[in-house]
């Protein structure tokens, strides 16, 4: 079992930044590959992007690359994904995910799912 927890969240402006944090604790840290999603009111849950094991890979949808960027603290257990250049759009509760396979898209791949932590990008 892996649990993870995510926090950061907040209320922002347009344009503005936040980072989020997932920390994780259970199985090895090193073991999983990580992936952030999120889901707004009404929609299904999107993938954000993900990052392999040792943190040298990351991957994004297009709705967020070069704005967003996955980071992860091995020694500390810890996935990180920084939100820059915020939009009203960009509006959901964003997720944690552990999975056993870097790059992975669907959501059904991750293994393991944090409690989520609302972004509210305010126009």
């Known amino acids: 079992q892996v649990q993870l927890v995510e926090s950061g969240g907040g209320l922002v402006q347009a344009g503005g930044s936040l980072r989020l944090s997932c920390a994780a604790s259970?199985?090895?840290?090193?073991?999983?590959?990580m992936g952030w999603f999120r889901q707004a009111p009404g929609k299904e849950r999107e993938f954000v992007g993900s990052?392999?094991?040792?943190?040298?890979?990351?991957n994004y949808a297009d709705s967020v690359r070069g704005r967003f960027t996955i980071s992860r603290d091995n020694a500390k257990n810890t996935v990180f994904l920084q939100l820059n250049s915020l939009r009203p759009e960009d509006t959901a509760v964003y997720y944690c995910?552990?999975?056993?396979?870097?790059?992975?898209?669907?959501?059904?791949?991750?293994?393991?799912w944090g409690q989520g932590t609302q972004v509210t990008v305010s126009s």
């Open positions: 995910a552990a999975g056993r396979s870097w790059g992975v898209t669907a959501g059904r791949e991750y293994d393991y």
């Open positions: 990052i392999n094991w040792s943190g040298a890979r990351t």
């Open positions: 259970g199985r090895p840290f090193t073991s999983y590959a």
